[in-house]
């Protein structure tokens, strides 16, 4: 039976939960608003799958010979200009249609009518649509192991794309099957949906009407390097505003503020990640590229495995393509190789929340409006932020 602070370390794949026999395992929101597993030790025979199984208790070791700063890696992007939905290079986009061209089966993240992250199987292209874009939550992983399981069983192939830990989850429960592609993401970390659902509550009480639409990095007025997130009403009415300087909650999940407590810990960097293909954003492009790109994002691609050579062949036509080292993609991305630095107000934070509005919260323990992003969102309005954020560190 599985004894260690869940709270703390659970990844939340929910991987115990399929491997239980007698089904004495549910997922349940712990007081942070994370997925972590509730056992009914009246129904627990201690056979030991869930122990066997578990992503913390038992490391799943990626089947990659290769050291991952040795890999082949690629800065992409995809020609075609469905890659403007796309928070980086449609990547993503652009490998999923052409694997559902092949008869794949796509595991991914979409928004549910209530603007919740959930991944769901498809191989539909208007639900692959809902695919693209960064989603900046913990998704709800509902019973997509199980329908995978399923669909390898009758022979059919699934691409799936998730963090490092979901698919260490799916690998933990499955294998390395043939017929199973992996799309790795380059993980900051997973935020709270409990807060997120709070972040939402605030802004439909501020504009009053229910948000119908969410995008959390649109290219927007500025595009791919300084993208905005969006944010649509019931009433008619649009706020948009700059991601990563303006956006409340954004700027506080870049500081770590309601990251899952794993995140902090995550093994599943580096070597560790059990990806077939492991994508991000390529921010180590040079001034000639994105000007060639026009902006409209750029990515960058580290090959692990055998399969996923054998699946970029294939795909590359879509993209330009050019080779580049991980040692490139790793001066800004950090977090491809290490977990992200506990923010030391974090667990105030979420104490605090348990009696307080986010707003309130936030105003204590993280930041609310600095002077900087009084400053950008002045320059926004006036539309001169892209003539002087040079000017600013990003």
Not at 307 to 317: A, L, P, R, S, T
Request: proline share 2%.
């Amino acid at each position: 039976m599985l004894n260690f602070d869940m709270n703390e370390y659970c990844y939340g794949c929910g991987t115990c939960k399929y491997v239980c026999p007698k089904q004495a395992i549910k997922m349940i929101n712990n007081e942070d608003g994370f997925i972590i597993p509730k056992i009914d030790e009246s129904r627990c025979i201690k056979c030991g799958l869930c122990e066997k199984k578990c992503i913390y208790l038992n490391k799943v070791i990626s089947n990659s010979k290769t050291d991952i700063t040795a890999s082949s890696c690629y800065m992409m992007y995809f020609l075609n200009d469905k890659i403007l939905e796309s928070a980086s290079g449609g990547i993503f986009y652009g490998i999923a249609v052409k694997a559902i061209e092949l008869g794949y089966e796509v595991c991914g993240c979409i928004w549910d009518e209530k603007q919740r992250a959930i991944h769901v199987v498809t191989n539909d292209m208007k639900t692959l649509a809902k695919m693209q874009g960064s989603k900046y939550v913990q998704s709800d992983l509902q019973n997509c192991y199980m329908e995978i399981k399923r669909k390898l069983s009758q022979g059919k192939k699934v691409l799936f794309s998730g963090t490092p830990c979901q698919i260490a989850g799916l690998h933990s429960l499955l294998g390395f099957n043939e017929n199973l592609v992996t799309l790795g993401l380059i993980c900051e970390g997973t935020p709270s949906p409990m807060v997120f659902e709070k972040w939402k509550k605030y802004l439909e009480k501020k504009y009053g009407s229910n948000i119908i639409s969410v995008k959390l990095r649109k290219k927007g007025r500025y595009g791919w390097k300084s993208p905005s997130t969006e944010y649509k009403f019931q009433n008619g009415r649009k706020i948009e505003q700059l991601a990563f300087h303006m956006d409340i909650y954004m700027y506080n999940f870049i500081c770590g503020l309601f990251m899952r407590n794993s995140c902090f810990n995550c093994e599943y960097k580096g070597n560790g990640i059990t990806a077939d293909i492991v994508v991000g954003d390529c921010w180590c492009a040079d001034t000639t590229d994105i000007v060639a790109n026009e902006n409209r994002g750029i990515s960058a691609a580290i090959i692990r495995t055998d399969k996923g050579e054998k699946f970029m062949e294939i795909v590359k036509q879509d993209f330009m393509i050019k080779s580049i080292s991980v040692d490139e993609v790793v001066v800004k991305n950090e977090p491809l190789l290490r977990p992200i630095k506990r923010n030391p107000n974090r667990n105030d934070f979420f104490e605090y929340l348990k009696e307080h509005s986010l707003m309130e919260s936030i105003k204590k323990f993280g930041y609310l409006k600095t002077k900087k992003m009084r400053l950008y969102a002045l320059l926004y309005h006036m539309h001169l932020f892209g003539i002087t954020k040079r000017f600013f560190k990003k």
